[in-house]
């Protein structure tokens, strides 16, 4: 048996790699339904994503036809009323360094940038929030989930579930873009879709997407590693 040489990158690396790295939100899509038995082939796997003590606590609710494009409406018909977003958590701490500031803003005018929308244009900022509550136009979207007492440690697993989910997307030639937008109206989510009692994560506008679409391509810039790794390899000095 040949001995693996260390720090050696193998195929599975090359195809990990390729997969993650081709991860980026999607906000644009065909107009071309998802095969339910590709999401169940995705959910099926994610589901291998870690979990204390084997407790799964990751929920989803798959919507798309009619159910999508009603759920679509309710939320618009909100917004449009001038309701404001109550999500049922806190996305964001108070405090940002200025780091994370910049990245923010140039996010902000990046996006908007590939879509046409000047900084001034309000009209046009309102019409891309509005769209997040229509999913961007995907022809799925899918609603996730937790106890209403869920412990904050859950919602790390339901990240981990979620980002296997993103990743499965990816490899079966479809995108998404995780929205918090849409848990902004968590009453009109559990009344919609049956989740009484539930914690809305988040939703994700899944499709195949378009292309020809600028704001598909538009990729934010990542942090470089030494600016969120740190290395101990010496005890520490006294």
Not at 94 to 122: K, P, Q
């Amino acid at each position: 048996m040949a001995a693996h040489t260390s720090g050696a990158v193998g195929e599975n690396w090359h195809q990990f790699a390729a997969v993650a790295t081709a991860r980026h939100c999607k906000r644009a899509f065909l107009d071309r339904p998802v095969p339910r038995e590709v999401l169940e082939r995705i959910l099926t796997v994610a589901a291998h994503a870690p979990s204390t003590r084997n407790i799964q606590p990751w929920r989803v609710a798959v919507v798309t036809g009619a159910a999508r494009e009603a759920l679509g409406r309710r939320l618009r018909a909100e917004f449009d009323r001038g309701v404001p977003p109550h999500p049922d958590y806190a996305n964001l701490p108070a405090g940002l360094d200025e780091a994370t500031r910049d990245r923010a803003a140039a996010f902000g005018a990046g996006l908007l940038g590939a879509m046409g929308i000047a900084r001034d244009d309000a009209a046009g900022r309102r019409t891309h929030l509005r769209a997040n509550l229509d999913f961007h136009g995907a022809p799925a979207t899918l609603v996730f989930h937790l106890p209403a007492d869920a412990a904050p440690g859950t919602f790390l697993e339901l990240g981990f579930f979620l980002q296997s989910t993103m990743l499965g997307l990816v490899a079966c030639g479809l995108g998404g873009c995780p929205q918090y937008s849409v848990a902004g109206y968590p009453d009109v989510l559990r009344d919609a879709l049956g989740l009484a009692g539930r914690l809305i994560v988040c939703g994700l506008a899944t499709g195949y997407p378009d292309p020809a679409a600028s704001v598909n391509a538009y990729v934010p810039e990542r942090a470089a590693l030494p600016e969120y790794v740190t290395w101990h390899d010496q005890p520490p000095t006294c």
